[in-house]
């Protein structure tokens, strides 16, 4: 039981990794979520640090921009895989399609998670833009259930018993003569 908690762990800080790795690199990769990216992270690092600057904490704008960047990554990588996981654990799941399936699904439904979660009015249409960051949330999600599943899902019971059995010496020596 200890030994299958820290392959999960293992498995899960792995799985976190690159995910946000895969989040961060994919989307450096895309132009229109590179130029939304950059722009929305210029002008937050300058309002942050416009606002440091007046308080007189130089350390709150990087902070700030620190949060939006946990924020994320706990949004796409960290909440969806670790659904996945307990409740694959709890049924017993051992499939690559449930792990990352249930993981690439909420992952791609944050946005509208955390809309419906700060209680703000749902939107009627997607824009091509945030389809595209739903699709990069969703792929990113699939390759942290993948990731995890690789490491930590538990071998199935029919591959457990389909290994050769050894048999014993005196066979062995019984059938050479």
Known sequence: MIRRLIVMAFGFVVAIGVGAIFLFVSALFDPATR??????AIAGVFAF?????????SETPFAAFGFVLWAIVVATCVAPLAV???IGEIAGARTLVWYS???ATLAGASPWIARAAKGLEPTREANPLESRIALLFFLTGAVTGAVYWLIA???APERLDARPASRPLSDRTKSSD
């Open 49 to 57: 640090i416009d606002e440091g600057l007046r308080e007189g904490d």
């Open 84 to 86: 996945a996981a307990l």
């Open 35 to 40: 130029e939304l990216g950059f722009e929305a």
């Open 153 to 155: 899902a538990p071998a």
């Open 101 to 103: 399936g249930v993981s």
